[in-house]
């Protein structure tokens, strides 16, 4: 079973920053893509960012230039910085792996989310 288990949320004050981190585990046989999603109240859970297998990444337009996603294999760890912090980017931010598994089935796997308030 592949397990995420996200870090990093807080309060943050406009123009702050932070940096969230996912960790996987449970065995795999392979990764498609790495992301990060969030929600806020009253709105549908949407892509922030996500980093597939040959490393390109897409980021939705609203965290272009502020966010930067990246990952770290041996740690099997991917990472959010996010910067330039905005009152409209609060929200519960998940962490989502999409993949095979050791018996070729595949599997898309979310964290329980990590809460960033930004907030004067």
């Known amino acids: 079973q592949v397990q995420l288990v996200e870090s990093g949320g807080g309060l943050v004050q406009p123009g702050g920053s932070l940096r969230l981190s996912c960790a996987r585990s449970?065995?795999?046989?392979?990764?498609?893509?790495m992301g990060w999603y969030r929600q806020a109240p009253g709105k549908q859970r949407e892509l922030v960012a996500q980093?597939?297998?040959?490393?390109?990444?897409n980021y939705a337009e609203s965290v272009k230039g502020r966010f930067t996603i990246s990952r770290d294999s041996a740690k099997n760890t991917v990472y959010l910085q996010m910067n330039s912090l905005k009152p409209e980017d609060t929200a519960v931010y998940y962490c989502?792996?999409?993949?095979?598994?050791?018996?070729?089935?595949?599997?898309?796997?979310w964290g329980q989310g990590t809460q960033v308030t930004v907030s004067s």
């Open positions: 980093i597939r297998t040959g490393g390109s990444t």
């Open positions: 449970g065995s795999i046989f392979s990764i498609n893509a």
């Open positions: 989502n792996v999409d993949g095979q598994l050791p018996t070729r089935f595949p599997f898309s796997s």
